[in-house]
């Protein structure tokens, strides 16, 4: 049986808290999905719920601080995934 992919409706024990924590963050409304759950972007990384603290932590310090507009950097962002063949 392969690894699955698990959203934060059927998250349990640390990757339910990992969830909760990160929908307690603010987000732009654009990154809110309609089915209330946790974002694809995040949902994608419940195969390694301890990396997700890292890596959001590691993006939220990065996009926060600078001269970019979050425009600017939702495009610098999207053109990175681009170049490294990720969906997000």
């Not at 699955?4 to 990154?31: F, H, Q």
């Not at 759950?37 to 301890?50: Q, R």
Request: overall charge positive.
């Amino acid at each position: 049986m392969g690894l699955a992919i698990i959203g934060s409706a059927a998250a349990t024990g640390a990757l339910k808290e990992i969830y909760d924590r990160m929908l307690a963050r603010p987000l732009p409304p654009v990154y809110r999905p309609a089915h209330g759950g946790a974002p694809g972007i995040i949902t994608a990384h419940s195969l390694d719920p301890a990396l997700i603290p890292k890596v959001f932590g590691c993006s939220s310090t990065l996009n926060g601080a600078g001269p970019l507009t979050w425009p600017e950097r939702e495009l610098v962002n999207a053109i990175t995934s681009r170049l490294n063949q990720c969906l997000y």
